[in-house]
């Protein structure tokens, strides 16, 4: 049975911390909830 090396826990947790950094930068361009759903009314007709 394999076992998981210090070098796969630093990989997944630097993963994790990449993933909640990208989330928290990206949420701070969307301003509320209508802002998020239709993309700040800045989409086409085609694409709604």
Same mark, same amino acid.
């Given at each position: 049975?394999?076992?998981?090396?210090? !070098?796969?826990?630093?990989?997944? =947790? #630097?993963?994790?911390?990449?993933? =909640?950094?990208?989330?928290?930068? #990206?949420?701070?361009?969307?301003?509320? #909830?209508?802002?998020? #759903? !239709?993309?700040?009314?800045? !989409? @086409? @007709?085609? !694409?709604?």
């Amino acid at each position: 049975m394999a076992s998981i090396s210090n !070098l796969d826990y630093f990989i997944i =947790v #630097f993963y994790m911390l990449g993933m =909640v950094a990208i989330g928290f930068w #990206f949420s701070k361009r969307h301003g509320d #909830f209508e802002d998020f #759903f !239709l993309a700040g009314r800045s !989409l @086409t @007709t085609p !694409l709604l």
